[in-house]
């Protein structure tokens, strides 16, 4: 046995059949095959953008652009604006709509996947039939329903439809009453801000001491106290310096208040609605995860409900929760891109629009606009990964 | 008397026979109860219950009003829908729906070659229904036919014209040139001896000739027969060429998903394999690409197809209008598919590597034969999951002006003939429903498969 076994050595195998040689090989293949392509796909480029007769590169950033936009967190017009102007002006009202429609979509999501677990029927069936309607009809036929069906067809502004507090609904927008701040209001916001400040310490301290000597604070009463009292009391103490300017008819348009635009509305509207459903689900899932004996455990030590709920059941559901709520928000700032359908001026219907089909500067302008979108993405997803990671369960 | 029954004679009220069964006290089953129980089991949920009913009772029946009781159901033009012409109010304009139907299925596509689209409907549904049903038979001849000879098939029927036909005719050739080796070889089976080795090959020689290789013979069978019906189709209805700025409706809609799903799984298979790649490079390249299009919406995407994909190649083979968002759409599909695959190759227990590796399998003949098959299967929900966004995300093709489904409704929107102030409604509520449809059907096809799935793992 053991002479045989001796004999036969491992043959020297051929370099053909060498698993490292090979790796090198399809990877050097594949190394010039993806060259080549890129090479030939520039060289293409160049030589079509020649015939075309379009610059390239980026010089195109401070031209005068000449196209004016509607809704703008900067100032620009249609004079004096450049072609880099226009971008932060799409690219900030892109942030606007996604970051509102994060938070809106958050709470409408986290509602409705509660409704859906509710031992109400007849509340869970319409969270129900909400979340299967709204996920499986396409965003942009939804977008297209409020846009078109629900906001076009409002009253013009002499019939404008009115809703509390002044605020005026009509064909050309939503006008709420724009606030004035007198000599000293801008006390009352740093009041705001100094209760919001001094919430956060209180409880800090709350927690300390209750991890030190068992005694409860009502730290939600003392926030509301110091957030909501706080700078009532002082917008009162001030004079009332705050006043309100009222949308008013004037010839055949509305003067005074502001204006936010239905293309702003309808896209706020579907991208809130459309996003939730899918948060619902998530929520939903994240709460059927946590498992029936954490609750009857923590009915057994003598926890309420709400504290059952607030200490036990959502800490541990939001560990599951939040790495797909992380890529639905993703989604949520992605779907923005939507808004050219509407007409809605975000990113991608001011530059990649505009901006594209009036300099014919395609790989510079789409280029931008996907460096764009892949630094929103990293950026949002880094931050998630670390509200995530001090969240995760920590084992032994 | 016996015993027993003098010892049990004081005990008079000692019931003798079983009592009937009762049924359950009214407070804890039957309809009262549940409804005590599900609607009103405390101050909250009656709150909740009146509220929702009162949203119900305000909503629903105006709903079932506009779209049924005051519908207009036939008509030829906006007359038969204005509420001062029929004299009464008029709830959704159904006969608008009805007189565009052709349009919304075949887009502009010319009347007399709309037969060729039937064809790739059919053949489309035939190909889904073979993958998806779970017992249905040669489920390799299925896959075969439905992403090599159903795009073949598309392609030619659809397009048409003289390119296609040689495309045709040489598919055709090729596939006879294939059945002629075959036959040859069933015959002469020596001749692949250095292919399937000498102790496989004595098992081929016992069989009747007409056994020999037969899982190839019957794809190449297949081929023929489907390629031999169109080129008949080719030479006697003929094919003239379409163009593609003609094509419109569910033709589009149901063309791009079907080629987002024919191209995209190959696609993210390659991809999910590269990314779990021990070589540095391939891994590198395929995560790039991964990240990159996760990262971007689709519009861009279809933006740089639209754009950027003419600047990339020689201006005569500047590709055709439809075709650039179909390359985007692939793509963009591909990276999504690629980490639902990566999920199956993960969740493969380790064991299947080492046993196929100890079996003395290659790489290849691994995935192929031994982890493929089973991390596919697991994630066939997620799957069908990408497939249902990638339907819904064929809207926006809209955006680069393809007339997808969703643009037909729009155009017919501004056409005057059915101008009228419901038609909007009813030609968004018609969208919502096939779009509703199609993707509500899916996932519950989803669910279904995940339950059987599942059924292994249930206690």
Wanted: glycine residues 8%.
């Amino acid at each position: 046995m053991s002479t045989t076994s001796a004999e036969i050595k491992p043959g020297k195998a051929s370099l053909l059949y060498d698993p490292k040689i090979r790796g090198y090989v399809y990877q050097f293949l594949l190394l010039a095959v993806v060259g080549f392509l890129i090479w030939s796909a520039a060289s293409n480029a160049i030589e079509n953008l020649r015939a075309q007769k379009i610059a390239s590169g980026f010089g195109f950033w401070h031209n005068a652009s000449g196209f004016d936009i509607n809704q703008k967190l900067v100032p620009y017009d249609a004079s004096s604006g450049t072609y880099g102007r226009a971008f932060w002006v799409g690219l900030l009202n892109t942030l606007l709509v996604a970051s509102i429609g994060i938070v809106l979509s958050t709470f409408l999501g986290f509602f409705v996947g509660v409704a859906r677990l509710s031992s109400n029927w007849i509340v869970s069936k319409i969270a129900m039939i909400y979340v299967e309607v709204i996920r499986n009809v396409p965003l942009l036929l939804q977008l297209f329903f409020w846009y078109n069906a629900v906001l076009k067809p409002l009253p013009n502004p002499r019939q404008s439809i009115e809703l509390p507090a002044g605020a005026l609904l009509n064909n050309r927008g939503l006008y709420v009453p724009d606030p004035q701040f007198g000599p000293g209001g801008s006390l009352i916001i740093w009041a705001f801000l100094i209760g919001i400040v001094a919430t956060f310490v209180f409880r800090s301290w709350a927690r300390k001491q209750q991890a030190a000597t068992g005694r409860q604070y009502p730290t939600g009463w003392v926030g509301f106290g110091l957030i909501v009292i706080l700078p009532v009391l002082v917008y009162f103490a001030t004079g009332r310096p705050i006043t309100f300017v009222y949308p008013e008819l004037a010839g055949f348009n509305l003067r005074g208040g502001i204006q936010i635009f239905p293309e702003f509305v309808a896209l706020l509207i579907g991208l809130t609605t459309y996003t939730a459903g899918f948060i619902a689900e998530v929520v939903r899932a994240g709460i059927l995860a946590v498992s029936k004996g954490q609750t009857e455990a923590s009915h057994a030590l003598g926890l309420r409900p709400g504290p059952t709920l607030k200490l036990v059941v959502i800490p541990q559901a939001m560990r599951v929760i939040i790495p797909p709520l992380t890529s639905n928000y993703l989604n949520l700032t992605k779907n923005s891109s939507l808004a050219v359908a509407i007409g809605y001026p975000d990113l991608v219907q001011v530059f990649t629009g505009t901006v594209l089909n009036q300099t014919g500067q395609a790989v510079e302008v789409v280029a931008i606009t996907m460096a764009v979108y892949l630094t929103i993405s990293l950026v949002t997803s880094l931050f998630m990964n670390i509200y995530n990671k001090r969240m995760a369960l920590v084992e032994r | 008397m016996t015993d027993a029954t003098t010892e049990m004679a004081p005990y008079a009220f000692v019931r003798k026979e079983t009592l009937e069964q009762q049924p359950a006290p009214l407070s804890v089953a039957g309809p009262l109860a549940w409804v005590r129980q599900h609607l009103l089991s405390s101050p909250l949920n009656i709150a909740l219950t009146l509220l929702c009913l009162y949203l119900v009772v305000d909503s629903v029946p105006g709903l079932i009003r506009f779209y049924f009781l005051d519908a207009v159901w036939t008509g030829t033009s906006r007359d038969a829908c204005l509420a001062d012409k029929v004299g009464r109010p008029v709830g959704a304009c159904w006969a608008y729906i009805a007189d565009r139907f052709q349009y919304f299925i075949y887009g502009s596509y010319p009347i007399n070659q709309r037969w060729r689209v039937n064809i790739v409907f059919v053949m489309f549904a035939l190909g889904i229904v073979w993958l998806l049903w779970t017992s249905a038979p040669k489920k390799k001849l299925g896959i075969f036919f439905f992403f090599v000879l159903l795009p073949i098939s598309a392609y030619v029927l659809l397009l048409g014209g003289p390119g296609a036909e040689r495309f045709l005719s040489i598919c055709l050739t090729l596939a006879l040139a294939l059945a002629a080796l075959y036959l040859i070889l069933s015959f002469v089976p020596q001749l692949v001896r250095f292919y399937i080795g000498e102790a496989a090959l004595g098992v081929v020689e016992q069989l009747p000739i007409w056994k020999r290789f037969f899982g190839p013979k019957q794809l190449v069978l297949f081929a023929l027969v489907v390629l031999g019906f169109l080129s008949l189709l080719a030479s006697n209805p003929g094919l003239p060429r379409v163009d593609t700025g003609l094509w419109g409706g569910m033709t589009v809609t149901f063309l791009i998903a079907a080629v987002g799903i024919v191209f995209s799984l190959p696609l993210g298979v390659v991809l999910a394999l590269g990314r779990r790649s021990r070589l540095p490079i391939i891994q590198l390249l395929s995560v790039i690409f991964i990240e990159f299009v996760r990262g971007v919406p689709l519009i861009t995407v279809l933006f740089m197809a639209n754009t950027m994909l003419p600047l990339f190649v020689p201006q005569e083979y500047s590709p055709d209008r439809l075709l650039r968002p179909l390359v985007g759409v692939a793509l963009f599909a591909a990276a999504y598919m690629a980490e639902v695959v990566r999920g199956g190759l993960q969740a493969m227990p380790k064991g299947q590597y080492e046993g196929a590796m100890s079996l003395g399998l290659g790489y290849w003949s691994m995935m192929r034969l031994i982890i493929l098959p089973q991390a596919l299967r697991i994630v066939i929900p997620g799957i069908v999951n990408t497939f249902i966004g990638l339907f819904k995300d064929t809207t926006l093709v809209t955006i680069v002006g393809i007339f997808d489904f969703l643009r037909t409704i729009e155009a017919t929107l501004v056409d005057p003939t059915w101008a009228t102030p419901t038609t909007r409604s009813t030609g968004y509520a018609f969208a919502a429903i096939f779009y509703f449809l199609c993707c509500w059907g899916m996932s519950r096809y989803s669910i279904a498969v995940e339950k059987r799935l599942a059924a292994g793992q249930k206690r």
